[in-house]
């Protein structure tokens, strides 16, 4: 048996084609099922999930954008990704006091929880413009994998996508890391259209979808060299002078610079900013790479803060064993559990054929480059807190999959059909507790917490559940907890107190920990663990319940 990698053969000459105009009804449809289901499953995971551990600082920052145009909160990330959030708030009409004075993290437990607005209300509105992003971004993913590779493609793709445990979490909730990546993905597939029609506006939409995704996120700015070198290879694509593409690829990069100075602009004309206090100093090709960007001084102050964050040390946890620093191989080992068996398997076979069929090899620079680049840079960095870190793989690698559908191999198609429902299997069984998703391999979702910690499983989203299980199983008992996240839990109608700071002695009764906060226990949690025996219940897969007698 051989396996053939080149392009299937278009029909002969005078075959009808009558029974293909008829089944042209079935990609769409096909597209509307799979975004439908995401944006139902999106939908549902919003409603049920109180605010993870980032999101009140950005509604809180959209909030004072709204009210009061100014640039002083959130500047270690630019500002576009919270105008986004703030076109949903807007319709809440959220109060802000003005006479507020604190810190981003104090101005989130403000406006959610102190100044009458409903937060409930709050945080739906402001996660839903970013499930409409994701839902566009899944267009976006099919529309590229079928300019390569034809329709059968592009809904191979976009099933990819669209059951995709990670994007499902992340797109439904009011963060930054979908939007900037998605921005970044349309600006690479304008960029590959570009090669073949309309070069100037394709390229010039992708100046502007650049710098969109550097307005939401500065993790994206390493790839501003790599969009610009595509720029150029698709104009001497169209046999322009060398000259040319360098100018247009240059004239991408200034509409990119453009956009991030607009949404500065949009929120304060007079450009209105204080530098924080405490500042990280930094030195050297940092400082000089800082001080050349042609960007609002504070984006510039964010691109500072980022840095420090890098020269910071954290702990990690991975696969039982909690350290400080970072691992090279946590993101690798990370994507491993949180990845469905089946989406890695596609992810491989594709990006083989996309080297291997020579009509697709020249898309290889587009779509592998960026991506490995991005995952390169996230493996040296200091946070290792969980796969959104790599979030750009399963978009750009679900457009790299559909390749296997031109492998001219008599069981490809199949293989590829039965391990895209494989994913949407166990992408189903995981509803609605997407956030802690892990493959079967790994146990599931319930054992997630035993290998990886923070935003790969318990970031604070299942306040709201746990208010419900106390209420409905265990009413009137005393209930201690330690909870990692940002929400009250006195505002869902938790009344607990803190075990740590009582003696170990004293506490008896239900002790309630996020199960981040177990797998970093030290101390005296450590110790209240010790002598508290099993769990006797779960929340979410992310909070565990013991009874102390």
Same mark, same amino acid.
């Not at 070069?199 to 790839?223: E, F, K, N, Q, W």
């Not at 990119?256 to 602009?265: R, S």
């Given at each position: 048996?051989?396996?053939?990698?080149?392009?299937?053969?278009?029909?002969?000459?005078?075959?009808?084609?009558?029974?293909?105009?008829?089944?042209?009804?079935?990609?769409?449809?096909?597209?509307? +099922?799979?975004?439908?289901?995401?944006?139902?499953?999106?939908?549902?995971?919003?409603?049920?999930?109180?605010?993870?551990?980032?999101?009140?600082?950005?509604?809180?920052?959209?909030?004072?954008?709204?009210?009061?145009?100014? $640039?002083? @909160?959130?500047?270690?990330?630019?500002?576009?990704?919270?105008?986004?959030?703030?076109?949903?708030?807007?319709?809440?009409?959220?109060?802000?006091?003005?006479?507020?004075?604190?810190?981003?993290?104090? +101005?989130?437990?403000?406006?959610?929880?102190?100044?009458?607005?409903?937060?409930?209300?709050?945080?739906? $509105?402001?996660?839903?413009?970013?499930?409409?992003?994701? =839902? $566009?971004?899944?267009?976006?993913?099919?529309?590229?994998?079928?300019? $390569?590779?034809?329709?059968?493609?592009?809904?191979?793709?976009?099933?990819? @996508?669209?059951?995709?445990?990670?994007?499902?979490?992340?797109?439904?909730?009011?963060?930054?890391?979908?939007?900037?990546?998605?921005?970044?993905?349309?600006?690479?597939?304008?960029?590959?259209?570009?090669?073949?029609?309309?070069? @100037?506006?394709?390229?010039?939409?992708?100046?502007?979808?650049?710098?969109?995704?550097?307005?939401?996120?500065?993790?994206?700015?390493?790839?501003?060299?790599?969009?610009?070198?595509?720029?150029?290879?698709?104009?001497?694509?169209?046999?322009?002078?060398?000259?040319?593409?360098?100018?247009?690829?240059?004239?991408?990069?200034?509409?990119?610079?453009?956009?991030?100075?607009?949404?500065?602009?949009?929120?304060?004309?007079?450009?209105?900013?204080?530098?924080?206090?405490?500042?990280?100093?930094?030195?050297?090709?940092?400082? =000089?790479?800082?001080? +050349?960007?042609?960007?609002?001084?504070?984006?510039?102050?964010?691109?500072?803060?980022?840095?420090?964050?890098?020269?910071?040390?954290?702990?990690?946890?991975?696969?039982?064993?909690?350290?400080?620093?970072?691992?090279?191989?946590?993101?690798?080992?990370?994507? +491993?559990?949180?990845?469905?068996?089946?989406?890695?398997?596609?992810? =491989?076979?594709?990006?083989?054929?996309?080297?291997?069929?020579?009509?697709?090899?020249?898309?290889?620079? @587009?779509?592998?480059?960026?991506?490995?680049?991005?995952?390169?840079?996230?493996?040296?960095?200091?946070?290792?807190?969980?796969?959104?870190?790599?979030?750009?793989?399963?978009?750009?690698?679900?457009?790299?999959?559909?390749?296997?559908?031109?492998?001219?191999?008599?069981?490809?198609?199949?293989?590829?059909?039965?391990?895209?429902?494989?994913?949407?299997?166990?992408?189903?069984?995981?509803?609605?507790?997407?956030?802690?998703?892990?493959?079967?391999?790994?146990?599931?979702?319930?054992?997630?917490?035993?290998?990886?910690?923070?935003?790969?499983?318990?970031?604070?989203?299942?306040?709201?559940?746990?208010?419900?299980?106390?209420?409905?199983?265990?009413?009137?008992?005393?209930?201690?907890?330690?909870?990692?996240?940002?929400?009250?839990?006195?505002?869902?109608?938790?009344?607990?107190?803190?075990?740590?700071?009582?003696?170990?002695?004293?506490?008896?009764?239900?002790?309630?920990?996020?199960?981040?906060?177990?797998?970093?226990?030290?101390?005296?949690?450590?110790?209240?663990?010790?002598?508290?025996?099993?769990?006797?219940?779960?929340?979410?897969?992310?909070?565990?319940?013991?009874?102390?007698?």
């Amino acid at each position: 048996m051989t396996v053939d990698l080149e392009e299937p053969a278009v029909d002969e000459p005078g075959a009808t084609t009558r029974p293909r105009r008829r089944r042209r009804w079935v990609a769409p449809l096909l597209v509307l +099922l799979l975004l439908g289901q995401m944006a139902a499953v999106m939908v549902v995971t919003a409603v049920q999930q109180t605010p993870t551990i980032d999101e009140p600082v950005y509604v809180g920052t959209a909030v004072s954008y709204l009210e009061q145009h100014s $640039l002083r @909160y959130n500047p270690e990330h630019p500002p576009l990704g919270k105008l986004i959030m703030a076109a949903g708030l807007v319709f809440a009409h959220p109060k802000l006091d003005p006479a507020f004075r604190g810190n981003q993290s104090l +101005l989130g437990r403000h406006v959610l929880y102190e100044a009458g607005n409903d937060p409930y209300e709050l945080m739906f $509105l402001a996660r839903l413009p970013m499930i409409v992003l994701t =839902l $566009l971004f899944g267009l976006v993913v099919f529309a590229f994998a079928r300019d $390569l590779t034809g329709t059968a493609g592009g809904v191979l793709a976009l099933s990819l @996508y669209a059951f995709s445990p990670d994007l499902i979490t992340h797109g439904s909730l009011a963060t930054l890391d979908v939007p900037a990546i998605g921005f970044l993905v349309t600006a690479v597939w304008l960029t590959w259209r570009a090669r073949s029609s309309r070069a @100037y506006l394709h390229l010039g939409l992708a100046g502007v979808a650049l710098g969109a995704a550097i307005a939401t996120r500065m993790s994206v700015i390493p790839a501003v060299p790599v969009v610009m070198l595509l720029a150029f290879l698709s104009v001497r694509k169209q046999r322009r002078s060398w000259m040319t593409a360098v100018a247009t690829a240059v004239g991408v990069a200034v509409l990119a610079v453009a956009v991030v100075w607009v949404c500065y602009l949009v929120i304060d004309p007079r450009l209105r900013f204080l530098t924080p206090t405490g500042m990280p100093e930094i030195h050297g090709l940092r400082a =000089l790479f800082v001080d +050349l960007l042609p960007l609002p001084e504070p984006y510039r102050d964010g691109v500072r803060i980022q840095f420090g964050f890098e020269d910071s040390t954290f702990q990690g946890f991975l696969f039982g064993r909690l350290y400080e620093g970072s691992l090279w191989y946590y993101l690798p080992a990370a994507l +491993l559990v949180k990845t469905p068996l089946g989406m890695i398997a596609l992810w =491989l076979a594709g990006t083989v054929a996309v080297l291997a069929v020579p009509r697709l090899r020249p898309a290889a620079v @587009y779509l592998l480059v960026t991506p490995a680049l991005l995952l390169g840079l996230a493996m040296t960095g200091a946070r290792d807190f969980g796969s959104r870190y790599a979030i750009f793989l399963p978009i750009f690698l679900a457009v790299a999959a559909a390749a296997v559908v031109t492998v001219r191999w008599r069981w490809a198609h199949l293989a590829a059909g039965l391990l895209a429902l494989s994913v949407a299997v166990s992408s189903v069984r995981t509803f609605p507790y997407y956030l802690p998703y892990a493959n079967e391999a790994f146990g599931g979702p319930s054992r997630t917490h035993l290998l990886l910690h923070d935003s790969n499983v318990d970031w604070g989203q299942d306040l709201g559940r746990l208010a419900d299980r106390l209420r409905e199983r265990y009413p009137g008992e005393q209930v201690w907890l330690v909870y990692k996240g940002a929400g009250v839990p006195s505002a869902y109608g938790i009344d607990a107190r803190n075990p740590l700071k009582a003696q170990p002695a004293d506490v008896h009764g239900l002790l309630v920990v996020s199960d981040s906060s177990v797998a970093k226990a030290t101390g005296r949690l450590k110790s209240l663990l010790a002598t508290s025996g099993a769990p006797v219940d779960e929340v979410g897969h992310s909070i565990s319940i013991y009874r102390r007698p």
